[in-house]
């Protein structure tokens, strides 16, 4: 008798699943087809970083050129090149690879200037994102937040010089393409 | 011209002939709309598209799977038995175009009206079991071994129950003729055998689930536990015939059971070979249903089912019938 009522809660606990796939058959779908759709929430995707332009000024960083990014990243995988106002582009040297913790950096750690005495351009900002691994140093060290993630989370490519991506370029080329909506929204 | 060939196709063996070519046609297109049919409900069940690159909505997925099948080179593993390893595919499809014969697709649309067509449709099925044993054994494999080992102990168990079933509808009707049986039932919904027999229609399609090998029975080609089971060999056609097999089972049970016990070609409006084949591919359906809803049982589950559940019951609903039938004749 026991066992019967047993088989006989178990022929129930079938016909629960039963109903449970069925009803998830008619359900929507909630998968995305990803080449003809795309994910709408990627506010908490970390992509690889990105150079935050000035609320003024679209085509410059807010970068103050501080090195703590350069610094502070374990994969070392930023490369930063600026130099003073008034004196030539490509000064200022070549911090390099530094793998070694006695070589100095200029401008690096405590020797930073205030950034209102002496103005910095920013040459070169480049992410070799093949070496990234995301981990948000940069970010969160940033004192002027002038580093975020982006959103790119469909980020292809087939050869090593897709990832070396120049930020600074990458900045610029976004300003002129907003500066462009811009415009033709007006226009419109 | 056109007398000559209805007269060539009134004659038993033209008309034998005409219906296995008609029947090895259905089958091919069969195997590409099943599996078309069991990709989109795994799809939908699982709350995804299913295939949908190839052709629109995914229809020509079938025939690229085919392609790709037909043009694999086929390999066979060293130490096989060469003879064996290919003799299994062809004795598994070879008597399912048998099997297909007797089913009555509609009053008219018979192969060959025989008086032991449910005889013949469960002899030569059983013949898949040795099959499915060759392709094990021929395969010099421990996986093909095991799953071979598992088809021959699932089919025979499961065979009893499946005949226990079939015999209390024979029983009532006096006729081990599909067409006959299926005839008796076109009286309207209430005449359908289900109706009569519900033990007897549950037991015949939980044993017709053994009987093909599918989940949640699918110990035969188990595969995370077997690799593949008993095909874990076979590549490209090889493969792809016991695939076709299995597929055919599928609507040979379904079209048994919806001729015993699902009132055959009976239905309102339409012609009865459209409400055949819809009453087959529901049960079809409801069997892919049962492949994305329910675990694999384990061996020994999977023997307890059958021996200390479905043949008790099934010899109880036979003794039933027939005291039932002396009693009210």
């Known amino acids: 008798m026991r066992s019967l009522i047993k088989a006989l809660k178990g022929l129930w606990s079938l016909a629960v699943g039963l109903r449970i796939t069925a009803v998830e058959l008619v359900k929507p779908q909630i998968t995305v087809h990803y080449p003809r759709e795309e994910v709408e929430n990627l506010v908490s995707y970390r992509g690889h970083i990105e150079l935050v332009p000035l609320d003024a000024d679209l085509q410059t960083p807010r970068c103050i050129m501080c090195w703590r990014c350069v610094d502070n990243c374990p994969s070392r995988c930023i490369t930063l090149r600026m130099h003073v106002k008034g004196e030539e582009a490509g000064r200022a040297a070549d911090p390099g690879l530094r793998l070694a913790p006695d070589i100095q950096v200029p401008y690096s750690q405590h020797r930073t200037p205030p950034p209102d005495v002496i103005e910095r351009v920013l040459d070169v900002y480049r992410l070799n994102y093949s070496l990234c691994s995301l981990c948000g140093l940069c970010v969160q060290n940033c004192p002027v937040d002038a580093i975020r993630f982006t959103g790119n989370a469909y980020l292809v490519g087939t050869t090593r010089q897709t990832f070396d991506i120049d930020l600074l370029a990458r900045l610029r080329q976004r300003a002129a393409a907003t500066v462009a909506a811009r415009s033709t929204a007006r226009a419109a | ?329």
């Open chain 2, 1 to 329: 011209m056109i007398a000559q060939l209805t007269a060539w196709l009134t004659h038993p063996l033209g008309h034998m002939i005409a219906a296995l070519v008609a029947i090895m046609a259905f089958l091919g297109v069969n195997g590409l709309v099943l599996v078309y049919m069991e990709r989109k409900v795994a799809g939908f069940i699982q709350r995804r598209p299913g295939p949908y690159e190839v052709g629109p909505q995914g229809l020509l997925q079938p025939l690229a799977d085919a392609g790709k099948l037909i043009s694999k080179q086929l390999t066979i593993p060293d130490g096989a038995d060469k003879l064996m390893f290919w003799a299994a595919p062809v004795l598994s499809m070879a008597p399912v175009v048998i099997c297909f014969l007797p089913i009555p697709f509609s009053p008219l649309l018979t192969g060959m009206d025989v008086n032991l067509g449910l005889l013949l449709i469960l002899a030569f099925s059983g013949l898949n079991s040795l099959a499915l044993c060759l392709a094990g054994w021929g395969s010099n494999n421990k996986y093909s071994l095991l799953g071979a080992a598992r088809a021959v102990a699932q089919a025979v168990a499961y065979e009893i129950p499946l005949l226990l079933a079939v015999l209390a509808v024979a029983f009532q009707t006096g006729s081990l003729n599909l067409s006959v049986i299926a005839e008796e039932q076109s009286r309207g919904l209430l005449s359908w055998n289900v109706f009569t027999h519900p033990l007897a229609f549950f037991i015949f399609f939980v044993a017709s689930v053994a009987e093909t090998n599918r989940s949640p029975f699918d110990l035969p080609e188990a595969e995370s536990e077997l690799t593949a089971g008993f095909h874990t060999e076979y590549s490209g056609m090889g493969f792809g015939i016991f695939f076709l097999a299995e597929y055919s089972y599928m609507v040979i049970v379904c079209a048994v059971a919806t001729a015993l016990f699902l009132g055959g070609w009976d239905g309102p409006v339409l012609p009865g070979i459209w409400w055949f084949l819809a009453k087959v591919f529901g049960l079809i359906f409801v069997m892919m249903w049962f492949r994305w809803t329910f675990p694999r049982v384990r061996f020994d589950q999977l023997l307890n089912i059958c021996w200390k559940w479905l043949i008790p019951l099934g010899l109880l609903n036979l003794v039933v019938t027939a005291l039932m039938l002396k009693l009210v004749r």
